[in-house]
């Protein structure tokens, strides 16, 4: 799959208050169900004293093409939350992004449709505040190198211009992240470049 496809462009959230209860939505890229989780989780130990932290996502499954869409309500009314969170990102055709809701309830119930449209709310803004953006599919390989090559396995990962991370312990590794159309052209210039020392995973 290399078409294009929209989501959010960072991190964000948007807060806002209906009735006495205070709203904070989150939002932030994820490339997977374990990044996904791990956002959802991060954001509920941070608002641990929240009355609900509602999640919603849709990320591949597998690394495959299909999406995994999931949300839960969190102890709210069934169908009051998540489903009204998750039904954002599919109207917006969002997709690789993960969103929570943080709840402080206020003291007055605010009925189903009133909980459905303060945490679809919470979604939109977010997003709003993060802004869309249109990604190209990626995939993540190591490289794997000596110190003699490293040099050069750098300049070509900087020169195709793509995101990475290097770590120099007793050999030299990079952690790479680039377009999936751009990864096999990727891996035989830098085979090539290093006389096929590199190591690749």
């Given at each position: ?12 959230q ?99 449709g ?66 999936v ?21």
């Amino acid at each position: 799959m290399t078409e294009t496809y929209r989501t959010v462009g960072a991190r964000a959230q948007a807060a806002f208050e209906v009735k006495g209860s205070e709203f904070v939505g989150h939002v932030a890229p994820a490339e997977s169900v374990d990044e996904a989780e791990a956002f959802v989780d991060e954001v509920r130990a941070a608002y641990a004293d929240a009355t609900h932290n509602v999640p919603a996502y849709r990320v591949p499954a597998d690394g495959g093409d299909m999406l995994r869409e999931w949300s839960s309500d969190d102890g709210e009314p069934t169908g009051s939350a998540g489903k009204p969170a998750l039904n954002v990102l599919v109207q917006r055709d969002l997709r690789n992004v993960v969103a929570v809701v943080t709840r402080y309830y206020g003291g007055v119930n605010l009925g189903v449709g009133g909980l459905a449209r303060a945490y679809a709310r919470g979604v939109s803004d977010a997003v709003d505040a993060a802004g869309v953006v249109e990604e190209r599919p990626h995939e993540r390989m190591t490289v794997v190198v000596d110190y003699d090559d490293s040099g050069t396995a750098r300049g070509i990962l900087e020169s195709e211009g793509v995101d990475f991370e290097a770590a120099y312990e007793e050999r030299v590794r990079f952690d790479v992240r680039v377009p999936v159309e751009a990864a096999d052209a990727l891996r035989d210039r830098l085979r090539s470049a290093t006389g096929g020392r590199v190591e690749l995973g």
